[in-house]
């Protein structure tokens, strides 16, 4: 959003505006005018001298009350006190003027006194930087069919028609103020919060006009939205956190080998657990109160100031264009698989991505640009100044980069992967490398998403919306109504920031269906030292509990045991005197059936190697990831590849 002197003009352009329609000054000459005296409860009544004020027909002032708030509020968002001043006393001269009354006969006349043209030029000279942008009715050249409405000196006025002189001679008032300097305390209208100068000039990120700062946490959804929204976040998030996780035990504890392609997975994996962590942090302060300054109310934290705003930052930002980089490395690697190549300068790859990971990241940390927005839930590169320029050189321009390599490593992937499977059509390894085909395309359709997500939401339209809002909240700030009620802010692209909330959490969730769900991954855990070691732990413990527990019988029967013992001995010795002649026998041929059965399944082992082995090289060699029971691939392409040492 922009701010500054942009803001204020196109807010003020907005509020004069808007006051065109409902202004009530002292245009033209009236004879049922009347005097009245000012109300000690005016925001002019210490401002002006004369208390005898001069009203129109049918205007009241408590009209005129909610008119001067709106002036003089719109004038605040100058952030300049002289001019607010200045304004201020003008705004109430023009509304409050002196009132004299004159009698002729029996006729009784109200007549007001102009302010002075010297009067009204020192508001132009206070204010110039901003009068064009106010009312003709406080331009200095004003005039009506009465005359200029600032004269040089007075006003000349026919009352004949009551029985008065033809030219009654009212002078201007020059001194009707006392005083046009020093600050004006404005109020800010609900829910705007009221801040110090002190603080503005030396605390960073307040979206401040004049000295109302929008409040924090700005709610740019309505309630509905926001707990769809934060329940989705929370739920896609834990399992994506998870499903990573998962990933990693599988590849790292259980797999118990470790590979290019594994570390490919890995990396990639770990990045978006990173992304994970940042959007954790938001959770850590309900309501949305993460981007919340503690002590300060009305200001957003900055890395500046605010640490957990710099780490958040610095999270997303890393995991992000981690996530983004890897993937590009995963893409590259399946079309190198594709075509039976060795990936040989991986280990230039491998430092390349994580050099530019960690430039991404830091490089906004070290210029000082993490910083939360009206529209966001966390920190992100938001510069005081340049935002743009940040934003693109270290994450627009890099992501479509990465989009155009993601697309066409996926477009060669998808038809290489059809064309083998209609050449050589195997169920099993179809299903798998169709997961990996959906896993590229979602995966460009999430990071092209995000890549041109700036584009979507159309920040001039929250610019006008928000300048609206404003306007609003000072036409309506003595309205007894609450503000969610007069003044209600919605603004558009709920639909486009939910989509972004739910592809952006669901990277690590959906590698997990791809890679953790899969046969192989069965495999690799029941085949893990870690799952045998905790398996053997467990029987071996729960037989010696079932020892302990049998090894207690009753001594009663141990002697009964000692006689039956003994009168068995002897014919048990008969018997293995008349049977030791067959037990070699018996023992010879079993080692034969195990020997003969061994043979067998190695050479139907071999057999079906040898069958299987032309279709396995061509149908696994799109797969990104090895699958032990069809590893001829792993002969052709990996088998000289040794853990990720390199």
Not at 301 to 327: A, P
Not at 508 to 516: K, P, S, T
């Amino acid at each position: 959003m922009k701010s500054g002197y942009f803001f204020v003009v196109l807010l003020l352009l907005n509020i004069f505006g808007s006051y065109l329609n409902f202004n009530i000054f002292v245009e033209s000459f009236e004879t049922n005018g009347r005097c009245e005296t000012l109300l000690e409860t005016s925001q002019c009544y210490n401002t002006l001298v004369n208390h005898n004020i001069y009203l129109i027909v049918n205007q009241t002032q408590q009209e005129t009350e909610d008119i001067l708030s709106y002036l003089i509020g719109a004038a605040s968002l100058t952030g300049n006190q002289t001019c607010i001043a200045s304004f201020k006393g003008l705004v109430c001269l023009k509304n409050y003027q002196p009132c004299q009354t004159f009698t002729f006969n029996t006729n009784s006349i109200s007549l007001p006194s102009y302010p002075c043209q010297s009067f009204c030029d020192l508001n132009e000279y206070e204010c110039s930087n901003y009068i064009s942008l106010f009312p003709n009715e406080y331009k200095c050249n004003y005039t009506t069919v009465d005359g200029p409405q600032y004269p040089d000196n007075s006003t000349i006025y026919d009352l004949t028609s009551i029985g008065g002189p033809s030219n009654q001679t009212i002078q201007c008032t020059a001194d009707g103020v006392t005083a046009n300097s020093g600050e004006v305390d404005v109020p800010c209208p609900s829910p705007l919060i009221k801040v110090s100068q002190e603080d503005l000039d030396t605390k960073k990120n307040y979206f401040a006009i004049g000295q109302c700062a929008i409040p924090c946490p700005f709610h740019i959804l309505t309630k509905y939205q926001e707990k769809v929204s934060y329940y989705t976040k929370a739920v896609v998030y834990f399992l994506s956190f998870f499903g990573s996780i998962f990933l990693i035990l599988s590849f790292v504890v259980m797999a118990g080998k470790y590979s290019k392609k594994y570390e490919i997975i890995l990396s990639f994996t770990a990045a978006t657990i990173i992304v994970d962590i940042s959007y954790f942090l938001e959770f850590s302060k309900p309501d949305l109160e993460f981007v919340c300054a503690d002590n300060d109310p009305g200001r957003f934290i900055s890395q500046e100031s605010d640490m957990r705003c710099g780490w958040s930052g610095f999270l997303y930002q890393f995991g992000t264009m981690g996530t983004f980089i890897w993937w590009s490395v995963a893409c590259y690697d399946v079309f190198l698989t594709s075509r039976i190549k060795k990936n040989i300068y991986f280990k230039f790859i491998r430092i390349g991505a994580w050099t530019l990971t960690i430039l991404f990241g830091l490089i906004p940390l070290m210029g000082k640009t993490y910083n939360s927005s009206l529209i966001s839930y966390g920190c992100w590169i938001y510069a005081p100044t340049h935002t743009d320029a940040w934003q693109y050189t270290l994450y627009y321009v890099p992501s479509w980069i990465m989009v155009l390599i993601i697309f066409i490593f996926t477009c060669y992937g998808v038809y290489n992967i059809a064309k083998m499977y209609k050449e050589y059509p195997n169920r099993n390894v179809a299903i798998y490398n169709m997961k990996i085909v959906f896993l590229m395309i979602y995966l460009l359709f999430v990071i092209t998403y995000n890549s041109f997500f700036k584009f979507y939401l159309k920040e001039s339209v929250y610019e006008e919306l928000l300048v609206e809002w404003v306007d609003c909240l000072y036409r309506t700030q003595n309205s007894l109504v609450s503000h969610d009620e007069r003044c209600p802010l919605n603004l558009p692209g709920f639909a486009f920031r939910y989509v972004g909330t739910i592809t952006t959490a669901s990277i690590g969730f959906m590698a997990f269906l791809v890679y953790g769900i899969d046969p192989n991954m069965i495999n690799v855990w029941r085949n893990s030292r870690v799952s045998k070691a905790v398996a053997n732990k467990v029987t071996s413990t729960v037989n010696n509990l079932t020892s302990r527990s049998s090894s207690k019988t009753p001594s009663s029967s141990s002697s009964s045991s000692s006689s039956n013992n003994r009168k068995s001995s002897r014919s048990s010795s008969i018997k293995m005197k008349k049977t030791s002649g067959s037990e070699s026998s018996l023992s010879e041929s079993r080692d034969i059936l195990v020997n003969s059965q061994s043979d067998n399944n190695s050479n139907s082992s071999s057999v079906n190697n040898l069958n299987n082995n032309s279709i396995s090289i061509t149908t696994q060699s799109s797969s990104f990831v090895q699958n032990d029971s069809t590893s001829t691939i792993s002969n052709t392409v990996d088998n000289d590849e040794e853990p990720c040492t390199d």
